[in-house]
């Protein structure tokens, strides 16, 4: 009988897996570009409305880094219709919340409210992109915001300046070589005029995906789109053509130092392909079977069972056009980075000769699907996750099929992607030491 109980229960998980998180969508363009994604859902009376642009760090003039970040922050300034530092007060007062994120590739806004107040969604985002009032006052207001979460997420953080340091060693030529934020020094030297040229040059709505999710009435919907987006100017074409980078065939050794930590840390870096290339999700997987919870291979050995470090992790940064993938290690007591690094080195290099165990392998596939199932649990999960998809994949299904690439990875690949892209000779390998180091 209990047998019988667990074959029913896999059933029926299974079917949950397949069915249960289909996620039915429209789409369309307007005329002047920008596309269009609905997601109805009414079992809850809530609502997410957001706009992804197709702009981040990678498309700023090298002289001056941070614009994409900056306007993220600059375009809640305020609009012709919505007075300065009101926006935030709208959203609340209307029981909604909202945000926004820049990196390098996207910059994504957002607001969730009770589904009532889609037209109130709707207007805001229109006005965002239509109307956003840009003057000095703005551009000074923000650039002290911006300094001040500089200093407080990077340069008095501990290991604040890791990526940082990654990513202009891994990169020479690609515009990833430079950080999210930037540097203070463009932003204090750009004038007005910059500011200005680059919302009008990326803020368009043919550079523009426009999701709606949860709680609302299609034709009503559409109607609302119409009236106001599709009077919104289409933009000049953006063409993009990023320098290539040189394969890496020598490891690159290099140091950084930090008053802000006490611990040293090793950071392993391999530069990747981008976020299409179906690699990214193998490499996914890796980092998932190295450093995903206390039973994963480099925690359980190193921190676990030999107590060499504090903390280890290993995880991919996917981007458009290329990735990253970091393994990184903190040690206990005595314990050399080097050692550390002898010690994540034996278990990739595992990876690379031989297949990974049946067992480990059905535990990935397992995490995976968990991973997929909460990733479509939430109307604002669902709208991001369409919005990247359509904006940086190509392709809006994946949010139904791309647990399919992940069912379809073999032990194999597994193997294979590990010996494509995690060798010695292709890695980065940066000794991140407390300041006081500077004289040994």
């Known amino acids: 009988m209990k047998n019988k109980l667990l074959l029913v229960t896999a059933i029926l998980f299974n079917g949950i897996l397949a069915f249960g998180q289909e996620v039915n969508f429209e789409e369309y363009d307007l005329n002047n570009g920008l596309h269009v994604i609905l997601h109805q859902d009414n079992t809850a009376p809530i609502i997410s409305i957001s706009?992804?642009?197709?702009?981040?760090?990678?498309?700023?003039?090298?002289?001056?880094?941070?614009?994409?970040?900056?306007?993220?922050?600059?375009?809640?300034?305020g609009t012709e219709n919505i007075e300065k530092g009101k926006w935030d007060q709208i959203v609340s007062s209307n029981g909604g919340s909202g945000n926004a994120t820049t990196d390098e590739d996207r910059t994504y806004y957002y607001e969730v409210f009770p589904s009532n107040n889609l037209q109130l969604g709707l207007w805001l985002e229109s006005e965002r992109m239509l109307h956003p009032v840009i003057n000095q006052k703005g551009v000074d207001t923000q650039n002290e915001v911006v300094k001040e979460e500089k200093r407080l997420r990077v340069d008095n953080s501990p290991y604040g300046k890791f990526i940082e340091n990654i990513k202009k060693n891994l990169f020479k030529n690609h515009p990833y070589k430079e950080t999210v934020i930037g540097k203070m020094d463009h932003l204090d030297a750009a004038t007005l005029e910059e500011f200005i040229a680059f919302q009008k040059k990326f803020y368009v709505p043919n550079n523009a995906v426009l999701v709606i999710a949860g709680d609302f009435k299609k034709e009503n919907a559409r109607k609302l789109i119409s009236d106001y987006f599709s009077t919104i100017p289409k933009g000049q074409e953006i063409s993009r053509n990023f320098p290539k980078e040189e394969p890496i065939l020598e490891q690159i050794n290099a140091k950084t130092y930090d008053p802000n930590i006490q611990i040293p840390a090793t950071m392993i870096a391999y530069r990747t392909p981008?976020?299409?290339?179906?690699?990214?999700?193998?490499?996914?997987?890796?980092?998932t079977y190295l450093s995903d919870g206390p039973s994963s291979k480099l925690y359980k050995k190193i921190v676990d069972e030999q107590k060499q470090a504090l903390q280890v992790g290993a995880f991919p940064a996917t981007q458009e056009d290329y990735g990253m993938y970091i393994v990184?290690?903190?040690?206990?007591?005595?314990?050399?980075?080097?050692?550390?690094?002898?010690?994540?080195?034996?278990?990739?290099?595992?990876?690379?000769?031989?297949?990974?165990?049946?067992?480990d392998y059905q535990k990935l596939q397992n995490k995976f699907e968990n991973q997929f199932v909460n990733s479509n649990s939430s109307v604002e999960g669902i709208a991001n996750s369409l919005a990247e998809y359509y904006m940086l994949y190509g392709d809006t299904s994946l949010i139904n099929k791309e647990i399919e690439v992940y069912r379809s990875i073999t032990k194999e690949e597994i193997k294979e992607v590990a010996n494509k892209y995690l060798n010695p000779n292709q890695r980065l390998v940066l000794e991140y030491l407390p300041e006081q180091n500077t004289a040994n």
């Open 328 to 359: 990184f290690a903190l040690p206990v007591g005595e314990t050399s980075l080097e050692m550390l690094n002898t010690e994540m080195e034996e278990e990739i290099e595992k990876l690379r000769t031989n297949l990974i165990s049946e067992n």
């Open 51 to 77: 706009v992804l642009y197709h702009v981040g760090s990678k498309d700023e003039d090298p002289e001056r880094t941070g614009f994409a970040h900056f306007f993220e922050h600059l375009l809640f300034e």
């Open 274 to 287: 981008g976020l299409k290339n179906r690699d990214s999700q193998v490499l996914d997987m890796i980092s």
